[in-house]
């Protein structure tokens, strides 16, 4: 064991270099030294190159190990010393000063955070925290900036865009349908209904609500004052004349719309073969006509003034549109139509006739200028007045004869329009000369879109004898067959129940 006087020897500062007397010199050398370091540090990051030199100059002061009884040299004890701590396998790392500068750079150069932020992870049934704002546009997290917050919902300004056009919302006032966002001029475009006769927006009327027209078959929506202000009407269709449009106008008043002038039936000869057409059609149905009834086309002056000399008969309100004449008249009828100059017919070419009564039925006569299809319903219709009187059938209720006879119209027009869902014939190949559409070969979609109209016309017409009175024959046809009916008609006069 060591005496004790050189173990209280190796207690003093073993000092390198020159002395330091004074705590304050000690510390200001520290700190010189520090201070170069890092400057070093910092320089080396900049101009790169730079290595750590040890200082020369600076006076330093470190307190010496203790001074062992062993008398070899320091520096091969101390190496000995730190070979007996290192652990088995392990080698201690050996470098320059270099070495040691970065690794004090690298330390003082790294981040205590990521060069991002990373999104938030919600595990599956965590619900997120109620100040997270989701972009109702986008769906994706509000962090900063300004946001629209509409109900319950949050938008970026950006992604706050009108479900019609798909543009940002930037006026302070909005439509909103729904979770749906509009700009007004857009909503008020896509809800307020327009005029489809002045193309204007519908007016609100006193009570504040939007009150317009609409026709039940065509869904042609038009503001109420059109139907007293004079606004063309179409004689066939019902449609009103939109603005900017013109309809075709007839010599005796009535106004005819496009789609229905395109397959009109202008003069008695143009009509022939659709009126054989007709009767071929009924003697299909086994109720074959065997007399010639003559077949006229007339205008309105020359219809009413047949009507009125006339002695029986019922006739429908508000316009007649055909007549099967039983006296013996004279009547004018179209002979021939010359040209269309503009939107009028011109040049109608007239003729008078005397009808010589040689049956039951003298004629049959039918405005002129009606589509082919209306035509030929209204010949139907007439022809079948025509075979109960030539079989007949006398003094019939005005319910029971007038609701046969639209029957028949009606089965006819099923005939032509739904040709595909009936083994009844069709008759358009032998009327094929008879409008534009047909002489083509196929009856177009405009034209089949009419027949339906008609068809709807006859099935809910409001009038007891004609309305009532098809309704009841339909729904004895379709129980009893028309033949059963038409034998319960002759004997009792009533269709059966």
């Not at 990051?45 to 470190?62: D, I, S, T």
């Not at 029957?407 to 358009?428: F, I, K, N, Q």
Request: hydrophobic letters at 30%; one cysteine or more; aromatic letters at 10%.
């Amino acid at each position: 064991m060591a005496p004790p006087s050189d173990i209280n020897d190796l207690s003093h500062p073993c000092i390198y270099g020159e002395f330091s007397s004074s705590y304050s010199e000690r510390k200001s050398g520290f700190m010189k030294w520090f201070g170069k370091v890092f400057k070093i540090g910092s320089n080396r990051g900049k101009g790169g190159g730079h290595h750590l030199q040890q200082p020369v100059e600076e006076n330093m002061a470190w307190r010496a190990p203790p001074r062992s009884l062993d008398n070899r040299a320091r520096s091969k004890k101390e190496e000995e010393d730190l070979n007996a701590k290192r652990p088995s396998g392990y080698r201690w790392p050996t470098g320059t000063d270099d070495d040691y500068t970065k690794a004090l750079q690298d330390r003082m150069h790294s981040s205590l955070h990521p060069p991002y932020a990373p999104l938030p992870f919600y595990p599956r049934g965590y619900s997120m925290p109620s100040h997270i704002r989701i972009c109702g546009g986008c769906s994706q997290e509000i962090f900063y900036g300004n946001c629209l917050g509409v109900e319950h919902s949050y938008f970026h300004p950006d992604c706050f865009r009108c479900h019609s056009c798909h543009h940002p919302i930037t006026e302070r006032e909005f439509s909103l349908s729904g979770k749906h966002p509009y700009h007004k001029y857009c909503f008020k475009e896509l809800s307020h209904p327009k005029c489809e006769v002045c193309h204007h927006y519908i007016p609100i009327n006193a009570s504040g609500l939007i009150e317009y027209r609409c026709h039940p078959f065509w869904n042609q929506k038009y503001c109420p004052s059109h139907e007293y202000d004079n606004t063309a009407r179409c004689c066939s269709c019902e449609r009103l004349e939109s603005r900017g449009e013109r309809y075709f106008r007839l010599e005796d008043g009535r106004i005819l719309c496009f789609e229905c002038m395109e397959s009109a039936i202008t003069d008695t000869g143009e009509c022939q073969p659709l009126y054989h057409a007709i009767r071929d059609y009924y003697e299909g149905m086994n109720m074959r006509i065997d007399q010639q009834i003559p077949m006229l086309l007339v205008g309105r002056e020359a219809l009413n003034e047949a009507i009125v000399g006339e002695k029986n008969g019922f006739h429908h309100l508000p316009e007649t549109r055909g007549l099967c004449l039983s006296e013996e008249q004279t009547v004018t009828s179209v002979h021939r139509w010359s040209r269309i100059g503009g939107h009028r017919l011109m040049g109608m070419r007239t003729q008078p006739q005397k009808l010589i009564r040689k049956c039951e039925v003298t004629a049959i006569l039918v405005l002129y200028g009606l589509p082919r299809l209306l035509t030929g319903a209204i010949l139907a219709h007439e022809l079948m007045h025509g075979w109960l009187r030539l079989k007949g059938y006398r003094n019939l209720d005005p319910a029971v004869e007038e609701g046969i006879c639209q029957l028949l119209s009606y089965l006819w027009l099923d005939a032509e329009v739904m040709s595909g869902s009936r083994t009844m014939p069709s008759t358009s190949s032998a009327s094929s000369s008879s409008s534009y559409s047909s002489k083509k070969g196929v009856k177009s979609k405009v034209e089949n879109k009419l027949g339906e109209f008609f068809m709807n016309q006859i099935a809910n017409d409001s009038s007891p004898a004609y309305g009532g009175g098809f309704r009841s024959a339909n729904a004895a046809v379709n129980r009893y067959g028309l033949r059963c009916t038409l034998e319960h008609i002759r004997l009792t006069g009533q269709f059966p129940l």
